[in-house]
Nanobody
Framework: QVQLVESGGGLVQTGGSLTLSCEASGRTITNSAVDWYRQPPGKEREFVATINWTGRNPFYATSVRGRFTISKDSAKNTVYLQMNSLKPEDTAVYYC???????????WGQGTQVTVYS
């Protein structure tokens, strides 16, 4: 079982930046990945970005490509989501998830709120 703890959310003005962190603990394996998802108010959870456990092969949703960067610090077992040029539509609860198979994550963090105001 893998436990995830997100941090770094907050209130930011349009055009600003935030960096979210997702620290993993427990039985991680090399052949796995960490996803970031988000759930805007009143909407379903949606995919944002993913990176494999070795820190390679990042992939982004079209809506955030070019503005968000996902990365991993292997020494800290932490995955980051650097978010730049934030827009009000980026407002959501952001979740990180850990997975060992294709498809949605099998383990989730508790979420962290990001609010972008204009």
């Amino acid at each position: 079982q893998v436990q995830l703890v997100e941090s770094g959310g907050g209130l930011v003005q349009t055009g600003g930046s935030l960096t979210l962190s997702c620290e993993a603990s427990g039985r991680t394996i090399t052949n796995s990945a960490v996803d970031w998802y988000r759930q805007p108010p009143g909407k379903e959870r949606e995919f944002v970005a993913t990176i494999n456990w070795t820190g390679r092969n990042p992939f982004y949703a079209t809506s955030v490509r070019g503005r968000f960067t996902i990365s991993k610090d292997s020494a800290k077992n932490t995955v980051y989501l650097q978010m730049n040029s934030l827009k009000p539509e980026d407002t959501a609860v952001y979740y990180c998830g850990y997975k060992t198979v294709v498809g949605p994550p099998q383990s989730w963090g508790q979420g962290t709120q990001v609010t972008v105001y204009s």
